[in-house]
């Protein structure tokens, strides 16, 4: 059974900076994307950012420089150091992990809130 531990969200003042962590766990004996997805109330789930294998890197358009991800394979955990953060940053964030345990499969966490104040 694949795990998805996630971290680090919490309520911080728009202009500062927060750090998500989601951490795998379970037998896994492959992993390809390691992302972070989002979702406000009334909206539906978008891309924040995801990190292939081969470390090809794809932000949501909305990112614009503000965010980096990335991984340590070693840990199969992966990060998003999000800054200068927005009231439109306010959502609950969800990691996403593509792995192949007994086969290739798509994990999702739980999800972490992140709310920005102005």
């Known amino acids: 059974q694949v795990q998805l531990l996630e971290s680090g969200g919490g309520l911080v003042q728009a202009g500062n900076s927060l750090t998500l962590s989601c951490a795998a766990s379970g037998k896994i004996f492959d992993v390809d994307v390691m992302g972070w997805y989002r979702q406000a109330p009334g909206k539906q789930r978008e891309l924040v950012a995801f990190?292939?294998?081969?470390?090809?890197?794809v932000y949501g358009d909305f990112v614009e420089g503000r965010f980096t991800i990335s991984r340590d394979n070693a840990k199969n955990t992966v990060y998003l150091q999000m800054s200068k953060l927005k009231p439109e940053d306010t959502a609950v964030y969800f990691c996403?992990?593509?792995?192949?345990?007994?086969?290739?499969?798509?994990?999702w966490g739980q999800g972490t809130q992140v709310t920005v104040f102005s």
């Open positions: 996403n992990l593509v792995a192949r345990a007994y086969g290739w499969d798509t994990y």
């Open positions: 990190i292939r294998s081969g470390d090809e890197i």
